[in-house]
């Protein structure tokens, strides 16, 4: 991972916050950002909407899967930020059931392909998604 990698994300230990539970089975896309955002953070947001957009509009339409970019400059975007222990760009897809949230943290693959291989981000994240979705 290149030194612009490692300086776009980092990990602190925070008080955790209540959270709003779907009722139902939900896949979420959070694309957490501050309002400075290197090239690379700006292709990780960008990428994962399109992917999100593009490839499961159906689901997106029925609620089934949910695309949120969280400014964590913010209040309300620190709240959620703080739940998952982040402090700098991070990408986490999750899978909600029964009123239990599996996180996964793409991260690190994030930073590491989506400007310098695009294509792979975009299958990876893609197929990610629909693992989660069955």
């Not at 916050?17 to 694309?31: C, D, G, Q």
């Not at 959620?80 to 996964?104: F, I, M, P």
């Not at 590491?112 to 893609?126: H, M, P, Q, V, Y």
Request: glycine share 6%; net charge positive.
């Amino acid at each position: 991972m290149s030194l612009l990698g490692l300086i776009c994300f980092t990990s602190v230990n925070a008080q955790t916050k209540k959270v709003v539970k779907p009722t139902k089975a939900t896949v979420e896309v959070l694309y957490f950002h501050s309002k400075q955002r290197c090239p690379t953070c700006i292709a990780v947001g960008t990428y994962s909407k399109e992917v999100v957009d593009k490839d499961f509009a159906a689901q997106v339409k029925s609620g089934a899967v949910k695309f949120k970019e969280i400014d964590i400059s913010t209040p309300q975007g620190e709240k959620l930020a703080d739940r998952y222990h982040v402090t700098w760009s991070s990408l986490y897809v999750n899978r909600w059931q029964n009123g239990k949230e599996g996180r996964n943290d793409m991260t690190n693959f994030g930073f590491e392909n989506a400007r310098t291989n695009t294509l792979a981000f975009k299958s990876g994240l893609k197929n990610k998604i629909s693992k989660l979705l069955k």
